[in-house]
T-cell receptor
Framework: DGGITQSPKYLFRKEGQNVTLSCEQNLNHDAMYWYRQDPGQGLRLIYYSQIVNDFQKGDIAEGYSVSREKKESFPLTVTSAQKNPTAFYLC???????????FGPGTRLLVL | RKEVEQDPGPFNVPEGATVAFNCTYSNSASQSFFWYRQDCRKEPKLLMSVYSSGNEDGRFTAQLNRASQYISLLIRDSKLSDSATYLCVSISSNTGKLIFGQGTTLQVKP
């Protein structure tokens, strides 16, 4: 089946720890995105990538890093610099920029 | 002012009712609009795109009014399974980023 997968479903982070969230898609989409959702708020863009080996900061990139070494994969690292990381993280992809985006099932990150 | 604004609700309606949500946007250059549905603790799923001419998909009708810069979603004959949060979304014409409203919560009661 074609789709977007994210893992893990739940992730726990200790103080000062970096953690990496996985996002994989087999839709042959060029563009991929990472969003963060906090309770009662809309989604906010962290990073996006229009093509392999290229990515751009979104609205709230501080404390996060990404890589796009393969078309299918766009992992997000939440670094220790992100002081309020508890949120629901959603990965999305689209055929190209400006096209309809489809979401993965999300990862819930909690701080211990 | 937020770029995309929605009334968060909640809208509590009985089964079979017709309910309408509006959403306003501030960037007149926005070209594309969508309604996504998000169930509790799940990812958003595309419900329908919104076209200037209006479009209908079963019990759902979406309209775009560019002059007044608002988008609407009409749900007829509400079902219990329609209970969810409905997200109004525009695509930034400059960056291709999705701009989300905070969502409108619908609760359909038996």
């Amino acid at each position: 089946d074609g789709g977007i997968t994210q893992s893990p479903k739940y992730l726990f982070r200790k103080e000062g720890q970096n953690v990496t969230l996985s996002c994989e898609q087999n839709l042959n989409h060029d563009a991929m995105y990472w969003y963060r959702q906090d309770p009662g708020q809309g989604l906010r863009l962290i990073y996006y990538s229009q093509i392999v080996n290229d990515f751009q900061k979104g609205d709230i990139a501080e404390g996060y890093s990404v890589s796009r070494e393969k078309k299918e994969s766009f992992p997000l690292t939440v670094t220790s610099a992100q002081k309020n990381p508890t949120a629901f993280y959603l990965c999305a992809s689209s055929i190209q920029r400006f096209e309809t985006q489809y979401f993965g099932p999300g990862t819930r990150l909690l701080v211990l | 002012r937020k770029e995309v604004e929605q009334d968060p609700g909640p809208f509590n309606v009985p089964e079979g009712a017709t309910v309408a949500f509006n959403c306003t946007y501030s960037n007149s250059a926005s070209q594309s609009f969508f309604w996504y549905r998000q169930d509790c603790r799940k990812e958003p799923k595309l419900l329908m795109s919104v076209y200037s001419s209006g479009n209908e998909d079963g019990r759902f009708t979406a309209q775009l009014n560019r002059a007044s810069q608002y988008i609407s979603l009409l749900i007829r004959d509400s079902k219990l399974s329609d209970s969810a949060t409905y997200l109004c979304v525009s695509i930034s014409s400059n960056t291709g980023k999705l701009i989300f409203g905070q969502g409108t919560t619908l609760q359909v009661k038996p």
